[in-house]
């Protein structure tokens, strides 16, 4: 099994649009704050689905709503090529485009929805059937490895459609045919996996189901600290982390004119300069990062609070070193600083659900990680289009360093969150919470 969650993860991972979307949409003609509200547009309706898609796995099968994810993915694949073709060609622009748009991230996030917190709970289920939950972290660890590994890869194949077709839109075409794939792949999973409960459902059912599990978020003091906690770390991670893609271009552009000064490129070709290694030098560090993350831990006494203070500190200084370099605009020191902000994710994230895993109920497992999924996407919802918009303002007065607002706030976040770890008010054990 352990080989077929990592082929998951490897597959989901090919999303070639992923690593030039922001610049896919610039060229669209779309300005920072629209961008935003095409993000928060998606977060927003993910976090309106994100509980009632985990309870109806747990309640109707997990693999089922995986399914209808992969479903969700590919039509909203589908149509943001499609408008992005028909934007190039100048057939459709403005509330028509955003329009088009919209109903392409509303599709994103029907995929979102059903995917986050079920395949982990999948997961769990298994290493509940086998006897090995101790395992949670570097199980968890390890098959999100391959997922980085599959993103490494994803980067060289998406960089090879760019400088091939000299465009930013059609990767998204491309990123079809992983995911067909990924549905055979989980055709093989054993029923097992799914925990469905015996008793008939009804409409009844589900909303009381939805109901205990909200208030079992709201009233678990330790839960309720831990679904806080990510909406700080993972949810501003999520809304920061494609500033990395302007800031690459902008230092693209210069370096490949010296490098082929007479090969006759476009921006987009030369932007594969560095969108690649860059690209491939983060997530396969990101991918060293999950398979290690348990020796963090390990190293830290086995204490799961005292990790999660340790990478709100890490997070803080990657935040205070990216705003001073993006002030300064010094890319050299920014592109770096985001390496590190991704790898410290990657070493939170499964420090972050091993420690929900120990606060949840098995049979709601996927439900308790939908409410955190949400959590986080609620709190995405309402940055993203505040960090757009400030950035289109300081661009518009013609500051330095348009993006030095993005850090700012990131720093905020991670030092109040350490501090309140290293007070306890955030340091609730989970050792005894079940």
């Known amino acids: 099994m352990l080989r077929r969650f990592s082929l998951y993860g490897f597959l989901k991972n090919q999303q070639y649009y992923d690593y030039s979307l922001v610049l896919a949409l610039l060229a669209m003609q779309l300005d920072y704050a629209t961008i935003g509200l095409l993000v928060g547009v998606r977060e927003g309706a993910a976090a309106l689905l994100e509980i009632p898609s985990g309870v109806l796995a747990d309640r109707t099968g997990r693999r089922r709503a995986m399914l209808v994810s992969l479903g969700g993915y590919i039509l909203s694949f589908a149509l943001f090529g499609s408008a992005g073709l028909l934007a190039e060609a100048g057939q459709i622009a403005g509330l028509p485009l955003v329009g088009l748009l919209m109903l392409a991230m509303l599709l994103f996030a029907v995929g979102d929805a059903f995917r986050?917190?079920?395949?982990?709970?999948?997961?769990?289920?298994?290493?509940?059937?086998?006897?090995?939950?101790?395992?949670?972290?570097?199980?968890y660890g390890y098959t999100r490895s391959w997922s980085k590994l599959g993103s490494a890869l994803s980067v060289l194949i998406a960089c090879g459609i760019i400088w091939w077709t000299g465009d930013f839109i059609l990767v998204f075409f491309f990123a079809i045919a992983p995911y067909l794939l990924n549905m055979l792949n989980l055709a093989t999973y054993p029923a097992e996996v799914d925990e469905i409960r015996a008793e008939k459902e009804t409409l009844g059912s589900l909303s009381r189901a939805l109901w205990q599990s909200l208030k079992c978020a709201v009233k678990r003091r330790p839960l309720r600290r831990l679904v806080i906690e990510a909406m700080g770390f993972d949810g501003f991670f999520k809304a920061s982390k494609d500033y990395l893609q302007p800031v690459l271009f902008a230092a693209a552009l210069p370096l490949s004119a010296r490098l082929f000064a007479h090969a006759g490129l476009n921006?987009?070709?030369?932007?594969?300069?560095?969108?690649?290694?860059?690209?491939?030098?983060?997530?396969?560090?990101?991918?060293?990062?999950?398979?290690?993350?348990?020796?963090?831990?390990?190293?830290?006494?086995?204490?799961?609070?005292?990790?999660?203070?340790?990478?709100?500190?890490?997070?803080?200084?990657?935040?205070?070193?990216?705003?001073?370099?993006?002030?300064v605009e010094l890319a050299s020191v920014a592109i770096a600083g985001f390496i590190a902000l991704y790898v410290v994710q990657n070493l939170w994230r499964p420090v972050l659900l091993s420690r929900l895993d120990r606060v949840s109920d098995g049979a709601e497992g996927a439900t308790i990680l939908s409410i955190e999924s949400q959590a986080r996407s609620l709190f995405t919802l309402a940055l993203a289009p505040l960090l757009g918009a400030l950035v289109d303002h300081v661009r518009a007065s013609g500051d330095a360093g348009p993006f030095w607002p993005v850090p700012a706030i990131g720093f905020a976040l991670a030092f109040s969150f350490w501090l309140l770890g290293a007070r306890g008010d955030l340091g609730a054990s989970t050792q005894a919470a079940r």
């Open 116 to 139: 986050s917190g079920t395949h982990k709970a999948m997961i769990f289920s298994w290493l509940r059937n086998q006897g090995r939950e101790d395992e949670r972290t570097a199980v």
């Open 267 to 327: 921006e987009a070709q030369r932007s594969v300069v560095l969108l690649g290694p860059v690209y491939v030098t983060l997530f396969l560090l990101s991918a060293l990062a999950s398979r290690h993350a348990h020796r963090v831990v390990r190293a830290l006494g086995g204490s799961y609070e005292r990790a999660s203070r340790e990478l709100w500190a890490a997070l803080a200084i990657v935040f205070g070193v990216l705003l001073w370099a993006l002030r």
